[in-house]
């Protein structure tokens, strides 16, 4: 049986988004962000609420943990990928891997929504 070890959750402005790619902040979207999520969410009519709800993602992760962008862990160790029938998932990588593995978590849930001004995103930690 699992026990819950963590949740996290985050609201993130679409606006915010918005600004970044009409102001051309490439370097804010490439840090933020991996390849995978930048050739998904760019290639839709409207990429700002795609970006937004992956931010929430990475940041409900951090929360979930407890540690923001501490211990090494940078954005890009964090991917939001979208399996066959379309449910989301964090896959971790780098320094975030680790920390995963190092706190003896097994499961890693997500799940996340936009709409109008917003994105949002909850993420559960599982533990053995």
Do not use: C
Request: aromatic residues 8%.
């Amino acid at each position: 049986m699992s026990a819950v070890a963590g949740i996290g959750i985050d609201l993130a402005r679409v606006e915010r988004f918005r600004r970044f790619l009409a102001e051309g902040k490439a370097g804010v979207i490439d840090r933020i962000f991996t390849a995978g999520e930048k050739a998904y969410s760019l290639g839709k009519k409207d990429p700002a609420p795609h970006l937004a709800v992956r931010f929430a993602a990475k940041e409900a992760f951090l929360k979930a943990l407890g540690l923001g962008l501490r211990e090494g862990i940078s954005w890009q160790d964090m991917e939001v990928v979208r399996d066959e029938l379309g449910a989301p998932s964090l896959r971790l990588t780098g320094r975030a891997a680790e920390i995963f593995a190092e706190r003896g978590l097994s499961a890693l849930h997500l799940s996340y929504s936009h709409d109008g001004d917003y994105g949002v995103a909850n993420v559960v930690l599982e533990k053995p």
